[in-house]
T-cell receptor, first 112, second 113 residues
Framework: GQQLNQSPQSMFIQEGEDVSMNCTSSSIFNTWLWYKQDPGEGPVLLIALYKAGELTSNGRLTAQFGITRKDSFLNISASIPSDVGIYFC????????????FGKGTKLTVNP | DVKVTQSSRYLVKRTGEKVFLECVQDMDHENMFWYRQDPGLGLRLIYFSYDVKMKEKGDIPEGYSVSREKKERFSLILESASTNQTSMYLCASIGTGGINEQFFGPGTRLTVL
């Protein structure tokens, strides 16, 4: 099955730094999603993007739906220790269906 | 505030055993999904269901089957567990509101010896 190309695979940063991660695909998506997974828990939806070019913020998080509909990025500003976790992008294809395609994840470590 | 629950957080089984993983949601959602999560591979869809008694294969259905006899419950079955099915299994449900009404369970970490 198809998967998205998510990078970087892992990041080690200092508290207070900004973080950026992105996902690309060879296919067009209708919707781009970003999730965070805390250790031992299931993923939780952070941001959903529905239109090409859309830029959406949720607190210190900002995500954009690429103009080509084949990519998206997530930025975290002024990172804090509780930002630690695995971040996943996911795409929902054109044509409906609730089926999602997930990236492989970016593991974020924040050093206090 | 519990939304999606999975029957076990940790499970250890032996090769060849039949394994049942249960998922229950209390939000009256139509759509339910089973994923497996492996390091460096992200989430991969095993099976999903749009309604009671309906099921569709995901990207990696081999070695698995599912059952949806009631709307709130979606079971994943490993007919004969193998060591390569050692993984984290995540259940999710989505309501009629779409992605904004999606919730994941906490996961079941299955080890097959």
């Amino acid at each position: 099955g198809q998967q998205l190309n998510q990078s970087p695979q892992s990041m080690f940063i200092q508290e207070g730094e900004d973080v950026s991660m992105n996902c690309t695909s060879s296919s067009i998506f209708n919707t781009w999603l970003w999730y965070k997974q805390d250790p031992g828990e299931g993923p939780v939806l952070l941001i959903a993007l529905y239109k090409a070019g859309e830029l959406t913020s949720n607190g210190r998080l900002t995500a954009q739906f690429g103009i080509t509909r084949k990519d998206s990025f997530l930025n975290i500003s002024a990172s804090i220790p509780s930002d630690v976790g695995i971040y996943f992008c996911a795409g929902q294809k054109v044509g409906g269906s609730e089926k999602l395609v997930f990236g492989k994840g970016t593991k974020l470590t924040v050093n206090p | 505030d519990v939304k999606v629950t999975q029957s076990s957080r940790y499970l250890v089984k032996r090769t060849g055993e039949k394994v049942f993983l249960e998922c229950v949601q209390d939000m009256d959602h139509e759509n339910m999904f089973w994923y497996r999560q492996d390091p460096g591979l992200g989430l991969r869809l095993i099976y999903f269901s749009y309604d009671v008694k309906m099921k569709e294969k995901g990207d990696i259905p081999e070695g698995y089957s599912v059952s949806r006899e009631k709307k709130e419950r979606f079971s994943l079955i490993l007919e004969s567990a193998s060591t390569n099915q050692t993984s984290m299994y995540l259940c999710a449900s989505i309501g009629t509101g779409g992605i904004n009404e999606q919730f994941f369970g906490p996961g079941t970490r299955l080890t097959v010896l």
